[in-house]
Nanobody, 123 residues
């Protein structure tokens, strides 16, 4: 399975922007759809965005549509999540994983989760 390492999280003020990265370590990365999920304290893991193998198809949670952009660079084996107009409710640990089948909206459709990167948005 694809193994990943998330990075780039930090503390930003509401309305600000941040880009987080997901470095993947797998021979099959270029042919694998990837997704971003997030989890706030006391809450379940929530779908954020997904991108197909070549970056031509993208899906977003309604809560981030129009504010976040998922992209990938297969040469660098990296997936990015550009977050704009950040809101306090975006505060969470953001995780990246590889899609392994099933609905792209479900956590159980992914594998190879990283340790996550903390994104905190202050009001």
């Amino acid at each position: 399975q694809v193994q990943v390492a998330e990075s780039g999280g930090g503390l930003v003020q509401a309305g600000g922007s941040l880009r987080i990265s997901c470095a993947a370590f797998a021979r099959t990365f270029s042919g694998t759809a990837m997704g971003w999920f997030r989890q706030a304290p006391g809450k379940g893991r929530e779908f954020v965005a997904a991108i197909n193998w070549n970056g031509e198809s993208r899906h977003y949670a309604e809560s981030v549509e129009g504010r976040f952009t998922i992209s990938r660079d297969n040469d660098k084996k990296t997936v990015y999540l550009e977050m704009n107009s950040l809101k306090p409710e975006d505060t969470a640990v953001y995780y990246c994983a590889a899609h392994v089948g099933g609905s792209y909206l479900r956590t159980d459709s992914y594998a190879g989760w990283g340790q996550g990167t903390q994104v905190t948005v202050s009001s």
